[in-house]
């Protein structure tokens, strides 16, 4: 494998990463959001 290739993989890994993470993070978003309207709806009924 060549440096160029080396890097451009490695790139791509990168990319990768980056796009779980905010997958993740949107993922969690989402449960934190409806985990609050719950908590909030909890709330309001008591």
Same mark, same amino acid.
């Given at each position: 494998m060549?440096? =160029?290739?080396?890097? $451009?993989?490695?790139?791509?890994?990168?990319?990768?990463?980056?796009?779980?993470?905010s997958?993740?993070s =949107?993922?969690?978003? $989402?449960t934190l959001?409806?985990?609050?309207?719950?908590?909030l709806?909890e709330?309001?009924?008591?």
């Amino acid at each position: 494998m060549t440096k =160029k290739g080396m890097k $451009k993989n490695s790139y791509l890994d990168f990319v990768h990463k980056v796009l779980n993470y905010s997958n993740l993070s =949107k993922h969690a978003m $989402k449960t934190l959001f409806e985990n609050r309207k719950q908590f909030l709806q909890e709330i309001a009924s008591r």
